[in-house]
């Protein structure tokens, strides 16, 4: 089994930052993709940006130059840095990581969900 542990969210101000982490365990042969969805009240989970195993990335327009994802590979984290943030970027963040796992069948792991309050 694959485990995500995904760090806290938390109340930030309109036009402040904040950084997610998600750091993905267990039984992992490879990750071909992480990424970030969010989910905000009444809305349909949503893309927010997701990096292959060969470093490309994709950003929903909404985030495009204001988030960035990364991954230290060494410890199977991605992180999320969001900056400029917005009252519309609230939500309930969620990690996804795709790979196989060391039986080499597909695992499509998901985070808990971390809420994100972007609030005066």
């Known amino acids: 089994q694959v485990q995500l542990v995904e760090s806290a969210g938390g109340l930030v101000q309109p036009g402040g930052s904040l950084r997610l982490s998600c750091a993905a365990s267990?039984?992992?042969?490879?990750?071909?993709?992480m990424g970030w969805y969010r989910q905000a009240p009444g809305k349909q989970r949503e893309l927010v940006a997701t990096?292959?195993?060969?470093?490309?990335?994709n950003y929903a327009d909404s985030v495009k130059g204001r988030f960035t994802i990364s991954r230290y590979s060494a410890e199977n984290t991605v992180y999320l840095q969001m900056s400029t943030l917005k009252p519309e970027d609230t939500a309930v963040y969620y990690c996804?990581?795709?790979?196989?796992?060391?039986?080499?069948?597909?695992?499509?792991?998901w985070g808990q969900g971390t809420l994100v309050t972007v609030s005066s």
């Open positions: 990096r292959n195993s060969g470093g490309a990335t």
């Open positions: 267990g039984s992992i042969f490879s990750i071909v993709a």
């Open positions: 996804n990581v795709r790979g196989y796992d060391i039986g080499r069948s597909v695992f499509d792991a």
